[in-house]
């Protein structure tokens, strides 16, 4: 090419000496094998969604390209239906209105005072009991106490074993005072739980301090949780937090059910869940292709349109962008699709604004190639404007 660009220019004198000879010694020699050179860099460089992609090119054995799909209104309202149908998960399990209260269970430590007789307090129920009113407990150890054992019971002098796994404090305290009642006149007991070691949930992700939270008299919603957390990361996708509640998996957008009217705090999370706030560079969208800067594109809590993207992206170049062919590219687990607008026909700017993205599209603009002008000047600068100047001259 670089042989044939320096014997065109040389001999640019002979050409110009007719017009019809200049023109087509012109053509024969610069347009002929720009042909093919802009028809090569199409090969190597076009996404491959038109129909010279379908055709095999020089590996017969290649798998087709994915067909390519027209977004249009039609399409727009069928993917937001499926959209809502994956959406439109039951979730009546975690919503609870009215918590119970909080049951014993086993590993839990009881602090339990028998008034005017210290010597059932086994020896370190005074301790136990001086330690919670002053707030004052040595890191990692086990508060005094009775603790319920594997099988739900406590050992306690006078009674011996006694079943209390699944009572509420009121309801052991009573079992308690009967049963003391046949040793001790008028028995006055106070029960309550000094550690609550029997249910735990955990929260991972995007929370400043993640790990296990211990359930306690104070009902563990999704809220509690998260707060208890110290809260969400600035990073934090709301719309992606997921319940893991034994071989169920929620999926809850947060400020989808604010939306609706419904309280988050109103989610009430069970013994072994695992709460996961999923952050938003998981949720990325990425345009390349002939925009003025390509990028990767962060979600905003979940959403984020076609029109969004491409203009965060500055829009499609002017000089070089075919705005015939805007590409979403969607890998799903059946399959690869990709979606086509042409954005110059009327209403393309309000379906590109409908047209809702999901995590890990690829958004591409293809290449313009009917822009002779600024291909013929990055080919050979200065050469046809000499060209043109030599034909026009009288």
Not at 179 to 192: C, G, M, S
Request: aromatic share 6%.
């Amino acid at each position: 090419m670089a042989w044939i660009c320096s014997v065109a220019i040389r001999d640019l004198p002979r050409f110009a000496a007719s017009s019809a000879t200049f023109v087509a010694g012109f053509i024969a020699t610069f347009v002929g094998p720009l042909v093919c050179l802009l028809a090569l860099s199409a090969c190597a460089t076009g996404i491959g969604f038109g129909e010279a992609a379908r055709s095999g090119g020089p590996d017969a054995a290649a798998p087709p390209p994915p067909p390519t799909e027209l977004i249009t209104e039609t399409l727009i309202e069928t993917e937001r239906a499926a959209l809502a149908g994956v959406a439109r998960q039951d979730l009546t399990p975690l919503f609870v209105s009215q918590p119970p209260p909080y049951t014993i269970g086993r590993g839990d430590i009881l602090s339990v005072v028998v008034w005017d007789h210290p010597e059932l307090a086994a020896g370190g129920m005074t301790m136990a009991t001086s330690a919670a009113d002053s707030g004052v407990v040595q890191p990692n150890a086990t508060p005094p106490g009775f603790a319920v054992d594997h099988l739900g019971r406590i050992q306690f002098p006078l009674i011996g074993l006694l079943a209390i796994e699944g009572k509420t404090e009121e309801e052991a305290r009573a079992l308690l005072t009967g049963k003391l009642a046949r040793y001790i006149a008028n028995p006055n007991v106070t029960l309550r739980v000094q550690a609550y070691r029997s249910r735990r949930v955990y929260v991972d992700g995007e929370v400043r301090t993640p790990g296990l939270q211990a359930i306690d008299d104070i009902p563990m919603t999704l809220v509690e949780a998260l707060n208890r957390a110290g809260g969400m990361q600035p990073n934090a996708d709301q719309s992606r937090i997921v319940i893991e509640r034994g071989d169920a998996r929620y999926h809850l957008n947060l400020r989808e059910l604010v939306q609706k009217g419904i309280n988050p705090g109103t989610i009430l999370l069970a013994h072994g869940d695992l709460v996961r706030v999923h952050s938003r560079d998981e949720s990325k969208v990425f345009v390349s292709g002939e925009v003025l800067t390509p990028k990767a594109l962060t979600m905003h809590d979940g959403r984020l349109t076609l029109n969004e993207a491409l203009g965060e992206t500055g829009g499609i170049s002017p000089l070089s962008g075919d705005a015939r062919q805007v590409y979403v590219v969607r890998k799903t687990p059946e399959r690869t699709r990709v979606f086509r607008l042409d954005a110059r026909d009327s209403g393309a700017l309000a379906m590109a604004e409908t047209f809702e993205l999901r995590p890990k599209d690829v958004v591409y603009v293809a290449a313009s190639l009917a822009n002779w002008n600024r291909h013929l000047s990055l080919l050979f600068p200065g050469a046809l404007t000499n060209a043109v100047g030599v034909t026009n001259r009288p």
